[in-house]
């Protein structure tokens, strides 16, 4: 059992991949795997597509800016067609599980009709959408800030990517998920500003910039809303799903140490070791805080999130280049 994200970087590698998979999940990387995996001659078994069938007010809404980008949203389209047509498809389920005993053995799932469904597969792919990695930015000790729309943290940023550290940029999905051809436009944005630094940048120059990026994330909401993943997703029902890979807790150890009184991701730690792995919480911050926030039923955004230490450490590209050996840059 694997992320979609595994699955690609296998693909991308060295063109290796697992035939008769699962996937299971929804949201524009998951599609453009899976259309990579098809074109690239593995077998799948099926797609469960867990995304909702029929789109609500609120995603008409979105959509219209999305139309921006409709190259984008053609490109999905082309993306599921394909899908259909090459494999099984199942759309609009929900309740997945994995069963197996020392391995992945079957997936099982509630169709749209409220049938029980149960496929046989020893490969597993999982996604269920991309939030930024944002323990080196919390590390540095830069300025978050909830998102709801994403369910997740992003280090507060100007239009150029700078932080609330002078000095400190942050650009591409470090500072937010928004796509490839936003994450580049970041980088350029952000090194163009460093360079120029010293100068103040102009008025036009920051409206000029403004509307480049919203050209190139208005799509973002549409798709945020529209993929958002449902609450089964970030929270387990099982009490036997383990919750904290690096410390091998399960729901019922972390709910259990919650209902001692615990108000936040930092308190747990001294109660059960959660979120004191190797990860720092990379992998279960998120379900923790939403853990303690449906407990204490407050906004995820009171509850915060862990506060990160090293191994991770800050360096300047002074202190960087003064570990250069001269020796090696003459040749």
Same mark, same amino acid.
């Not at 994995?98 to 029980?116: C, L, N, P, T």
């Not at 009171?302 to 800050?314: A, S």
């Given at each position: 059992?694997?992320?979609?994200?595994?699955?690609?970087?296998?693909?991308?590698?060295?063109?290796?991949?697992?035939?008769?998979?699962?996937?299971?999940?929804?949201?524009?990387?998951?599609?453009?795997?899976?259309?990579?995996?098809?074109?690239?001659?593995?077998?799948?078994?099926?797609?469960?597509?867990?995304?909702?069938?029929?789109?609500?007010?609120?995603?008409?809404?979105?959509?219209?800016?999305?139309?921006?980008?409709?190259?984008?949203?053609?490109?999905?389209?082309?993306?599921?067609?394909?899908?259909?047509?090459?494999?099984?498809?199942?759309?609009?389920?929900?309740?997945?599980?994995?069963?197996?005993?020392?391995?992945?053995?079957?997936?099982?799932?509630?169709?749209?009709?409220?049938?029980?469904?149960?496929?046989?597969?020893?490969?597993?792919?999982?996604?269920?959408?991309?939030?930024?990695?944002?323990?080196?930015?919390?590390?540095?000790?830069?300025?978050?800030?909830?998102?709801?729309?994403?369910?997740?943290?992003?280090?507060?940023?100007?239009?150029?990517?700078?932080?609330?550290?002078?000095?400190?940029?942050?650009?591409?999905?470090?500072?937010?998920?928004?796509?490839?051809?936003?994450?580049? &436009?970041?980088?350029?944005?952000?090194?163009?500003?460093?360079?120029?630094?010293?100068?103040?940048?102009?008025?036009?120059?920051?409206?000029?910039?403004?509307?480049?990026?919203?050209?190139?994330?208005?799509?973002?909401?549409?798709?945020?809303? &529209?993929?958002?993943?449902?609450?089964?997703?970030?929270?387990?029902?099982?009490?036997?799903?383990?919750?904290?890979?690096?410390?091998?807790?399960?729901?019922?150890?972390?709910?259990?140490?919650?209902?001692?009184?615990?108000?936040?991701?930092?308190?747990?730690?001294?109660?059960?070791?959660?979120?004191?792995?190797?990860?720092?919480?990379?992998?279960?911050?998120?379900?923790?805080?939403?853990?303690?926030?449906?407990?204490?039923?407050?906004?995820?955004?009171?509850?915060?999130?862990?506060?990160?230490?090293?191994?991770?450490?800050?360096?300047?590209?002074?202190? &960087?280049?003064?570990?250069?050996?001269?020796?090696?840059?003459?040749?």
């Amino acid at each position: 059992v694997m992320s979609v994200g595994g699955a690609q970087t296998l693909l991308k590698s060295n063109n290796s991949g697992a035939d008769g998979a699962v996937f299971a999940g929804s949201g524009p990387l998951f599609y453009l795997t899976i259309w990579q995996y098809l074109n690239a001659g593995f077998k799948i078994v099926a797609v469960i597509d867990t995304a909702p069938g029929r789109l609500s007010w609120s995603h008409y809404l979105w959509a219209l800016p999305a139309l921006l980008q409709l190259n984008l949203l053609l490109k999905g389209l082309r993306w599921k067609s394909h899908i259909r047509k090459n494999t099984k498809y199942f759309s609009e389920v929900s309740t997945v599980s994995i069963s197996g005993q020392s391995a992945a053995e079957s997936v099982s799932f509630m169709d749209k009709y409220g049938e029980k469904k149960k496929l046989y597969a020893s490969h597993v792919f999982l996604h269920q959408g991309v939030v930024p990695n944002v323990n080196l930015t919390m590390a540095t000790g830069l300025k978050h800030y909830w998102c709801p729309r994403q369910i997740c943290w992003h280090p507060k940023t100007n239009i150029y990517g700078e932080s609330s550290l002078e000095g400190i940029f942050v650009a591409g999905d470090g500072s937010g998920i928004a796509g490839a051809s936003a994450a580049i &436009l970041a980088g350029k944005t952000a090194a163009k500003n460093i360079v120029q630094y010293s100068r103040r940048p102009s008025i036009f120059i920051t409206l000029l910039s403004k509307l480049k990026r919203y050209k190139h994330v208005a799509a973002r909401p549409f798709l945020d809303n &529209l993929f958002r993943p449902p609450k089964e997703w970030r929270v387990p029902f099982e009490d036997e799903t383990i919750v904290c890979r690096c410390e091998a807790l399960k729901k019922a150890d972390i709910s259990s140490a919650i209902s001692l009184g615990v108000t936040g991701p930092n308190q747990l730690k001294s109660f059960c070791r959660a979120g004191m792995g190797r990860c720092q919480g990379r992998m279960c911050g998120l379900t923790i805080q939403q853990m303690i926030a449906d407990n204490n039923n407050l906004p995820e955004k009171d509850i915060g999130y862990f506060r990160l230490r090293p191994p991770i450490r800050p360096l300047t590209v002074g202190e &960087l280049a003064s570990l250069a050996d001269d020796n090696v840059l003459a040749k």
